[in-house]
């Protein structure tokens, strides 16, 4: 059997291309689907050779997923998919009051998150399937959702709503897809992602200490932690259903206005 793949939504720029760049650092076949061919490209510059794909797509459109599909069949070559990662979505969550959000923008939340999960996933479990035949071992689907799923911060509905279904799509999925395929979520808090960007918009970062402080881990999230929970819920055979916190222990914190 080809080595281990891997492929990400949304995985050009902040959490989505740090997962790509450390599973590529492990030695899997790293495909990666996204809208943005300028942040692709870069990519591409970063991993050259056959052990990257590189796609752009937008997974809320049934018809990119499709196309995205036959790409990734074409360069697997018939191989099987070990894992699949749905992170794309719209990451700014403020939407501003209910009253003035309109069907189409929520809409635009709730496509690129939670349908793209859906119709990745859905064209994804015949490849994630033969690798458990394959193997014996369980493929993973491991969904992006947010804290935000469970703890909200003003004028967030369509992000907190689209990360809400994210969840309960993993549950579904765990108990629907298993023994073949394990679904789980991971939640991440505060991600300092502006200096993981395309070299356009990449900004150099400075956190006060107070930022840092809301943190009992005495910092704010880097891409990197991300990265390094979606390795662990991809090889850990006994989990799956679950919804993994990686958030410096924010929201276990009683916060008093000062």
């Known amino acids: ?82 894992c699949l990662v749905n992170n794309a979505a719209i990451a700014n969550p403020y939407c501003g009051p209910l009253e003035d959000l309109s069907l189409a923008d929520w809409q635009s939340w709730i496509d690129a998150c939670l349908t793209g999960a859906f119709l990745c996933s859905r064209a994804a479990v015949p490849l994630l399937r033969a690798h458990h035949e394959a193997t014996g071992e369980a493929a993973s ?41 394990r679904a789980n979520a991971i939640r991440p808090g505060w991600i300092e992602t502006r200096d993981w960007q395309k070299e356009s918009e990449r900004e150099d970062i400075h956190h006060r200490e107070k930022d840092k402080a809301q943190h009992p881990a005495g910092r704010v999230g880097e891409p990197q932690d991300i990265a390094e929970a979606v390795e662990y819920v991809c090889r850990a055979g006994f989990v799956t259903g679950q919804h993994l916190n990686i958030d410096g222990g924010m929201t276990v914190k009683m916060i008093y206005e000062e």
Do not use: C
């Open 1 to 82: 059997m080809s080595a281990k793949s891997i492929l990400i939504t949304g995985g050009a720029q902040g959490i989505g291309r740090a997962v790509a760049l450390h599973f590529a650092g492990l030695g899997w076949r790293v495909a990666v689907f996204d809208l943005d061919a300028e942040a692709l490209s870069e990519l591409a510059a970063l991993a050259p050779g056959d052990a990257l794909l590189t796609v752009e797509a937008d997974t809320g459109k049934e018809a990119d997923v499709a196309s995205g599909f036959e790409a990734l069949r074409e360069w697997l070559a018939d191989a099987p998919l070990t």
């Open 141 to 181: 689907i491991v969904n992006i959702s947010s804290t935000r799923a469970v703890m909200s911060e003003p004028e967030s509905y369509a992000y907190a709503a689209s990360k809400g279904g994210i969840d309960a799509l993993t549950h579904a999925q765990a108990v629907s897809l298993g023994p073949a395929i």
